[in-house]
C-alpha cells in the first residue's frame, strides 16, 4: 500500500485478551507492537487520577460486595465518590453487561481468573517507561480526559490535573510520546488555550459528521480527530479531515463486534488503509492490526 503506515492504538491495552486498563494488559498490548497504550482517566473523590474507562465501578470490580451500602440512587457505586486508598481494594475483572452478572464479550479472558486492580495514572506510566526502557522500544501514552463536565460539577478540575502528571513524567511538548484525546470539545479547547498544554491533541467524535467549518475549527486547536467506525468507512470524512489538515484516529476495531454489515476484519482493514487512509487506529486486537500492517506496509514506516 502506498502511503504512511497507521499508528497502532492499544484501546486501553490487549483488552481483547486480558481485563481491559490491567498493566498485564499494557504489558501484553506493548510486546505486541502497539504504538500508543490509551488510557480512559477518572478521578476518585481524593482527586487521585485512576485509569478506568466508566464513571461507576459496577460493571468491572466486586465494589457492590466490598462496599455495600455505597451506591447512589440509582444503585451504581461512581469512582468519584470513593477514596484511591478504598479502589485499591477492589478486584478488577473482565467488563460484564451492565446489571448483571454476563461478559460482555463472552470469548474474551474469564472472569474467575487471574487477580487485577485499578492502576493510578501515574503507575500506568511509570511501567509503561519501564517497558520503553527494557524493550528499547518506546510505546506512547494515549490518555483521554473522560468526563470532564463531570468532574467539574465534583470540583475537580480533572484536565488540570492529568496535565500536572503528564508534565511531572516528560510529556509536554508535541513531540513528546503522548497525545491527549477528549469527547468535550469546549473541554480540549480550554486545554490547548487556557492550560496551554503542548502535547498533540485529539478531539473525539460521536453522533453525526462534521461539517467542513467545524473541522476547521477543530484545526484551531487540535491535531487530530478520533471519530468512531461508522462516521469513518466510506463517509469521506477522512479526506475532509485531511483537507483542514488533521490527522484521523477512529475507534474502535473488535473483532469480535465488527461493525454492523462488516464483512470482515481484511475488508474492513483494507477500506481505512487505502485511498484517504486514517492515520492512526484503536483497536482492542493490537497483534491483528500490527499482523495486518506488515503484511501491508513491508518496508514503510
Ligand atoms: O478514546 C477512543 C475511544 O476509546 C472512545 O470511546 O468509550 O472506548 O472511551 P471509549
Ligand atoms: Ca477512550
Not at 504489558?27 to 478521578?43: C, I, K, R, S, T
Request: aromatic share 6%.
Amino acid at each position: 500500500m502506498a502511503g504512511k503506515r497507521p499508528l497502532v492504538i492499544a484501546h486501553r491495552g490487549a483488552s481483547a485478551y486480558l481485563p481491559e486498563h490491567t498493566l498485564a494488559g499494557k504489558a501484553m498490548a506493548h510486546a505486541m507492537g502497539a504504538d500508543f497504550l490509551e488510557q480512559d482517566v477518572v478521578a476518585t473523590r481524593d482527586g487521585a487520577l485512576i485509569v478506568f474507562h466508566d464513571l461507576h465501578l459496577d460493571d468491572l470490580t466486586d465494589v457492590a460486595l466490598r462496599f455495600p451500602g455505597r451506591a447512589r440512587a440509582d444503585g451504581r457505586h461512581y469512582c468519584i465518590d470513593f477514596d484511591l486508598a478504598e479502589v485499591r481494594q477492589l478486584a478488577l475483572t473482565e467488563r460484564r453487561r451492565t446489571g448483571g452478572d454476563q461478559p460482555r464479550y463472552p470469548g474474551r479472558f474469564p472472569a474467575s481468573a487471574g487477580r487485577f486492580t485499578i492502576p493510578t495514572l501515574e503507575e500506568e506510566i511509570r511501567f509503561i517507561q519501564g517497558l520503553n526502557r527494557s524493550t528499547g522500544r518506546c510505546a506512547g501514552i494515549y490518555p483521554e480526559i473522560k468526563a470532564p463536565a463531570w468532574h467539574h460539577e465534583h470540583g475537580i478540575d480533572l484536565a488540570a490535573l492529568m496535565l500536572g502528571v503528564l508534565g511531572g513524567h516528560g510529556y509536554s511538548a508535541a513531540g513528546d510520546a503522548a497525545i491527549v484525546q477528549c469527547f468535550d470539545g469546549a473541554e480540549l479547547r480550554r486545554v490547548r488555550n487556557d492550560l496551554g498544554c503542548g502535547l498533540r491533541l485529539v478531539q473525539l467524535l460521536e453522533g453525526g459528521l462534521p461539517t467542513t467549518p467545524e473541522l476547521e475549527a477543530i484545526g484551531c486547536y487540535a491535531e487530530g480527530i478520533g471519530p468512531s467506525l461508522r462516521q469513518t468507512v466510506g463517509t469521506g470524512l477522512v479526506a475532509a479531515a485531511h483537507r483542514a489538515s488533521l490527522q484521523v484516529h477512529p475507534y474502535t476495531l473488535r473483532l469480535d463486534a465488527l461493525p454492523e454489515g462488516c464483512p470482515g476484519f481484511a475488508e474492513l482493514m483494507d477500506a481505512l488503509c487505502r485511498g484517504d487512509a486514517v492515520d492512526g487506529l484503536f483497536t482492542d486486537f493490537p497483534d491483528r492490526v500490527v499482523q495486518y500492517l506488515n503484511q501491508h506496509f513491508a518496508g514503510l514506516s
